[in-house]
């Protein structure tokens, strides 16, 4: 059982280029979410879906956009970097919101 | 809305020192409360949980107690280890606040020296 599954683990893009973090889950669970982790400032909710074909937006959602067009598959996208997305990204995933969050091992991301 | 308060880190013990870790919260309605950990360089583990007053959450030799009268749940250990060296994370969902979104404090770092 792989649990949540994050790629790519490491990334270095320059300003203005685009990428997508993918965030894949093995266990049914419906509701998926994105966070930045930043020295300092905690877990920051990006954005976070409650199903297949649904998303909302979370704390800081500029700059990002998201799919879920799949059950099992969580899609961030960057459509123009900024050295302020320079993060480490973390998804989570839980059939439930009183069984607890699954995360994933994180992707970081550093742009120049 | 919702908020979860932790204290302060970086909380630094001996090994085998009891450990307490204070947590805080507010909630619109009768929530589940969480302890996630987190090991450098990984994501956060789900360490233990409580739903509803009175429990008592335990894993690995931690425990919490869900406290409604004081709106708290305490992250102990009797003895902790250097390999319980982390950031600790205290967290709650409340689906009667009408919000899908967990709330987390801003964590807690745990050193363990030997």
Redesign the interface.
Known sequence: NAG?TQTPKFRVLKTGQSMTLLCAQDMNHE?M?WYRQDPG???R?IH?S?GEGTT?K?EVPDGYNVSRLKKQNFLLGLESAAPSQTSVY?C?STPG??Y???????TRLTVV | GDSVTQMEGPVTLSEEAFLTINCTYTATGYPSLFWYVQYPGEGLQLLLKATKADDKGSNKGFEATYRKETTSFHLEKGSVQVSDSAVYFCALSDLEGGSYIPTFGRGTSLIVHP
């Not at chain 1, 607890?100 to 994180?106: E, I, L, Q, V």
């Open positions: 949540v509701y979410y400032m905690g877990l909710l976070y409650v909302a979370g973390f989570a919101l009183f607890g969050y699954t995360f994933g091992s994180g």
